[in-house]
């Protein structure tokens, strides 16, 4: 019995239309995709090197190793990287997210639940309030919480020893992160970068694996080629694609993907309707720019943070758009793909 849901022609286009729904993806299918393993966890060799470097250093000595962060747009295997250092310690891994830790109850509940030699992931770290910042310093360089006990003129604080543990952090938006609590990565902070063709294959072909499918080259380098050079989005059309071939009865072909791509409004860049809506506004509402990313947001009626790291990492990297203190600017090359 297949383990996805039934897919109709209907629903194959509706489901998971657009940029942002690509990037942001399917929790249950990053899981199933997700590599356990190091050797399966492709490019990225700059950060994987220095990460098994630092790991296997603390291992030999019985040591925890020095906290570390990631950060990179959305998709490109920060979480994944996470999963693969608790493995390589053989440690317990802790999720959370900046956004869930709101009061210091939360974190001091965290912290003092922690088995000791856990690894402590916390998930775009950069939304975490500034006081739950302070009282994570201590945490982290002398493995203590300093916690008030009481309220009013009776209020004492307590130091409270904490189990040893790492902590992993991984932001979409580095330059959100305070510079303090920045310097706390003693391990290192590492950008993760978008994927060239030749690794996105390599993932494609793997997940195809997984999935069970076989993929011939035709396409594999056509679902790479339209991948946004992110692994994330490259295993959604996979999947995607698979769907397609399904409901219609047909192979796994380059022709199958060509029209499962033409039928979701995927372009040969793997631009989507999103992007195009994006550039379309930039150019005919506000005149190809610059224009301030509050009011680019307010015209494409979304949040400018999904505006800054959903739609636009992809178009700077194909140099569409340039982003400068005045704004948002439409290229040439931008002008070119509109064929103005
Ligand atoms: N280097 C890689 N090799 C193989 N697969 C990868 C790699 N990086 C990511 N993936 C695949 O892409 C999916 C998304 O990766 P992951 O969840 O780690 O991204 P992320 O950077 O944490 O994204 P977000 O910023 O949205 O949290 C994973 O489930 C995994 O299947
Ligand atoms: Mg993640």
Not at 42 to 62: D, E
Not at 107 to 123: H, K, R, V, W
Not at 150 to 176: D, H, I
Not at 240 to 262: K, P, Q
Request: contains cysteine; charged residues 25%.
């Amino acid at each position: 019995m297949s383990s996805t849901p039934d897919v109709t022609p209907e629903n194959l286009r509706s489901s998971s239309d657009g940029a942002v729904a690509m990037i942001r993806g399917d929790h249950q299918l990053d899981a199933t995709l997700r590599p356990s393993v190091w050797d399966d966890y492709v490019g990225q060799s700059h950060v994987k090197n220095n990460v098994q470097v630092l790991l296997s250093a603390a291992k030999k000595r019985g040591d925890m190793p020095e906290h570390i962060l990631f950060y990179g747009p959305p998709g490109v295997g920060k979480t994944t990287l996470a999963h693969l250092v608790a493995a390589a310690m053989e440690a317990p891994l802790k999720s959370t997210s900046g956004v869930a830790i709101e009061r210091a109850g939360d974190l001091a509940a965290i912290l003092t639940n922690l088995e000791p030699g856990s690894i402590l992931f916390i998930d775009e770290i950069h939304q975490l309030s500034h006081k739950i910042e302070e009282l994570l310093y201590p945490a982290l360089e002398s493995g203590s919480l300093d916690i008030v006990l009481g309220k009013g003129p009776s209020a004492r604080t307590v130091e409270l020893a904490l189990p040893p543990f790492m902590l992993v952090g991984a932001t979409t938006r580095v330059a959100q992160l305070s510079s303090p609590l920045r310097s706390r990565f003693g391990g290192g902070v590492y950008q993760l970068d978008f994927y060239s063709d030749e690794d996105l294959r390599a993932i494609i072909a793997r997940s195809a694996g997984v999935l069970g499918l076989s993929a011939p080259a035709s396409v594999v380098e056509k679902i790479a080629s339209r991948s946004r050079a992110t692994p994330r989005v490259a295993n959604a059309l996979l999947k995607r694609v698979r769907d397609y071939a399904e409901v219609h009865e047909r192979e796994l072909t380059a022709e199958a993907c060509d029209l499962a791509c033409e039928l979701f409004g995927i372009d040969p860049l793997g631009l989507t309707k999103d992007d195009r809506r994006y550039l379309e506004t930039l150019l005919k509402g506000f005149k190809g720019g610059p224009a301030g990313i509050r009011a680019l947001a307010s015209a494409l009626h979304e949040d400018p943070d999904t505006v800054e790291n959903v739609y636009e990492p992809y178009l700077l990297r194909l140099g569409f758009i340039e982003r400068s203190a005045q704004g948002r600017r439409l290229t040439q090359s931008g002008r070119e793909y509109l064929h103005i």
